[in-house]
């Protein structure tokens, strides 16, 4: 089934436009009626006017980054591969005090839409009212919540309430919709909602209402719905983690995320789970989906989309979670795999809580509800690929190639059918695939199918995963391939340990067909293609009947020309980095940070558990006992333009300018990160507040952390902004 809706053709293409460094672009106009195209979606991928694409999603809160960051910061996102913009509207962050809506500052919506319109980004506005997105009360006020109304229901106080939220909203979207010329495509109603949708169905006709006519509307597929919505008027999400600060267990490894890094059929795996189960709600229970009569003994004919595809990790008090730059691939490139045409990373960028004005805006066991972990303060890092700061942690640069891989091989890639050679997780033999299986190769294919089930000839990608989170997977040799009636290469390879990859397999290049390579495609535009050769794999190609080993080159010297087309062989820091015109941070004069003690720590606050089961945060008081150290700031203007890292040991760190709260940390191994540039310029010093580390603590460090009771600054620099 395909669902018509209508697209801007200008602010469509300037979001898929190539990933090079943001150049100020002319504001987006409404094109005439007779302009527009139709964009329908079928169980595939979105298209335009009949042609597929695979957009790359990434979640920033804006309430959660200053106004005066934003545009440089969406820059970044486009830079790095992002096409579309997904964001919360947190009613509290909005409507704390009832009545009183706030949209000064980081909290008007409107100015950052107009700022994604002038880059040319899409945005899914995710409107709530429930949220979570580890706010306090899920985002609800607490004037909401303490007023008797019964919460996430059609109850006609609660919805009369959203009414009026809406149509706030609404107002900072008027003229900014997508049949407007506007960034606004979609939008998300409420999260994680597990009940009758029923009232699902009622937000979106309040949005209706209200006036947010939009090509298509979202929800998070999981959990599964009691009772469903009718086929086609939301399309459900997915999502999936490598770790989650959720998980009750405090130890290493805990939950099924390792489920992440296996292709799998949809149809087989579980439903639920710690990871979310991304392909499991998508294909598996029709009669919760709902489908068209004619499909209800086949898959629903959504298409397999992400919102929340881990692009980090938050930490909570009980649970202090370090992400790897490889966890993101990995699981990016196994979604692929699995059949997925639209990666959504939450989060993409990372931020900080605004100051409430009632209370703090974080979630805690001690909130009335969504009381489930505790959570910092003020940060929200989220180890994502941008961070807090908008800091560029590696797999910023990491998750690139396969970006432009889905942009410039989107079309091709959107309809092919995903193909699981390996016994499933649970396969009808009765095999059972378990966590840190290394007895075989991970991988799977995409190709499309024919009528007759013959697929020689055809297209094809091949996906390699040879990584899971905190398993030693073994190099995997003599490996093989047989494809669409092609076998390769022609000796047995090694996949190294820790490899991702995609191989081509009978890839159309301009007018001539590649038979195979054993290297990955990046991207291709402008007569010429780019393929990544992966460390330890020998670049091998074949066209024409003829098997070719490449020795990569340059990225101005081609090494073959075929169908017209330049073939160029890159490393991966090449591909990392490819069409990216940024500019380098200039290096740092050795400006003189000086950190003194000026108290010891006063005797350790018992730590006490939780509504939730697991370990409490501290609160406001027990920083009274914490060690103090002074931080003075170098005065240079060029200093205050900078990044400050705090090395240092500890259980929870507060930093503060004026004797008011500006940013925390739990810590887990990494370092403590401030902006300078967000402080006033008449702030010399800070003080830093660390509450030590205790012997046998109910808390999950990683084996990055140093655990050794007590607490110490191990050191403190300036380093340059990105």
């Known amino acids: 089934m395909k669902c018509k809706v209508i697209l801007s053709v200008l602010a469509f293409f300037a979001g898929f436009a190539s990933f090079t460094a943001a150049q100020p672009t002319v504001p987006l106009t409404a094109p005439e009626p007779a302009q527009v195209p139709t964009v329908t979606w079928d169980r595939h991928s979105l298209m335009l006017d009949g042609r597929r694409v695979v957009p790359v999603m990434g979640e920033i809160h804006y309430s959660r980054v200053p106004a005066n960051e934003w545009q440089q910061e969406i820059q970044k996102m486009k830079a790095g591969g992002v096409t579309f913009i997904a964001t919360y509207v947190f009613w509290n962050h909005i409507e704390e005090q009832q009545g009183i809506f706030d949209w000064s500052g980081q909290r008007c919506l409107r100015r950052f839409l107009e700022l994604c319109r002038q880059e040319g980004l899409p945005v899914c506005l995710r409107i709530g009212p429930y949220c979570h997105g580890e706010a306090r ?34 107002t900072q979207v008027q003229g900014l919709l997508w049949k407007d010329g506007g960034p606004v495509i979609a939008c998300q109603f409420d999260n994680e909602y597990g009940g009758d949708g029923a009232y699902l169905m009622a937000l979106k006709e309040i949005a209706l209402r209200a006036g947010f006519d939009l090509p298509f509307y979202t929800r998070t597929g999981w959990p599964a719905l009691r009772k469903p919505t009718p086929f086609g008027e ?26 992440a890094f296996h292709f799998s059929s949809p149809l087989q795996l579980p439903q639920g789970g710690e990871a979310m189960g991304a392909l499991d709600n998508a294909n598996a229970q029709p009669s919760t989906l709902n489908p068209p ?18 692009g980090g990790m938050m930490t909570s008090y009980h649970r202090r979670v370090f992400l790897y730059p490889e966890d993101a691939y990995a699981m ?53 690929p941008l961070g807090e700061f908008g800091q560029k942690y590696p797999h910023y640069y990491g998750l690139r190639p396969l970006h432009l891989f889905m942009h410039d091989f989107g079309e091709l890639l959107a309809p092919m059918e995903a193909t699981f050679p390996l016994a499933p997780l649970s396969s009808p033999k009765g095999e059972t695939i378990v966590k840190g299986d290394d007895s075989r190769l991970r991988w799977s294919y995409r190709t499309n199918v024919s009528p007759s089930g013959d697929e020689r000839g055809t297209a094809a990608f091949v ?30 390879l090694t996949i190294p340990a820790g490899t991702m990859t995609v191989f081509p397999v009978n890839l159309p290049i301009g007018s001539a067909l590649l038979t195979y390579a054993t290297a990955q495609p990046v991207a291709q535009r402008d007569g010429k293609v780019w393929f990544e050769q992966k460390d330890g794999i020998a670049a091998e190609f074949c066209w024409d009947g003829k098997v070719r080993t490449i020795k990569r080159t340059s990225l101005t010297e081609p090494f073959a020309t075929l169908g017209g087309q330049q073939l160029f062989l890159i490393t991966t820091n090449q591909a990392e980095h490819l069409f990216l015109e940024e500019k380098l941070p200039q290096a740092l004069p050795e400006f003189k940070v000086s950190v003194s003690l000026v108290r010891e720590a006063g005797p350790s606050r018992t730590i006490t558990t939780g509504v939730a089961k697991v370990a409490e945060e501290p609160e406001d008081a027990d920083f009274e006992s914490a060690a103090i150290y002074r931080i003075t700031l170098p005065t240079e203007a060029a200093a205050r333009q900078s990044l400050l890292q705090i090395r240092y040991r500890g259980d929870v760190a507060r930093l503060y300018a004026q004797g008011r709260l500006i940013d925390d940390n739990f810590y887990n191994g ?13 702030v010399k010093e800070l003080e830093l507040r660390i509450l030590p580390l205790q012997a046998d603590m109910p808390v999950y460090f990683p084996r990055e952390a140093d655990t050794t009771p007590g607490q110490a600054v191990l050191g403190a620099a300036l380093l340059p902004r990105e």
């Open 234 to 259: 939301m399309i459900p999400l997915y999502g999936d983690y490598a770790d989650g600060f959720w998980d009750r267990n405090t130890t290493e490894g805990s939950g099924s995320y390792w489920k």
């Open 332 to 384: 990016a490139l196994v979604k692929l795999g699995c059949g997925s045409n639209l990666l959504g990373y939450y989060m993409y960028h990372g931020g900080t809580n605004p100051d409430g004005h009632l209370t703090d805006l974080n979630e805690k066991q001690r909130t009335p509800v969504t009381n489930h972990n505790d959570l910092p303060v003020k940060t929200y890092d989220f180890q994502a």
């Open 670 to 682: 990494r370092p403590f990160l401030y902006g300078l540039w967000r402080l006033s310029p008449d």
């Open 137 to 170: 009360c899920g985002g609800i006020p607490d004037w909401v919540v303490s007023s008797g109304c019964r919460l996430r229901s059609q109850d006609p106080q609660f919805l009369s309430y959203v009414e009026a939220l809406y149509r706030q909203v609404f």
């Open 293 to 310: 009569p004619s499909t209800l003994n086949s898959p629903p004919a959504y298409p397999y989309f992400t919102c929340e595809l881990g």
């Open 463 to 492: 996906f390699v995963n040879n990584y899971e989170r905190f398993a030693s997977l073994s190099a995997k040799r003599g490996v093989q391939f047989s494809v669409c009636g092609v076998t390769f290469p022609r000796r047995p």
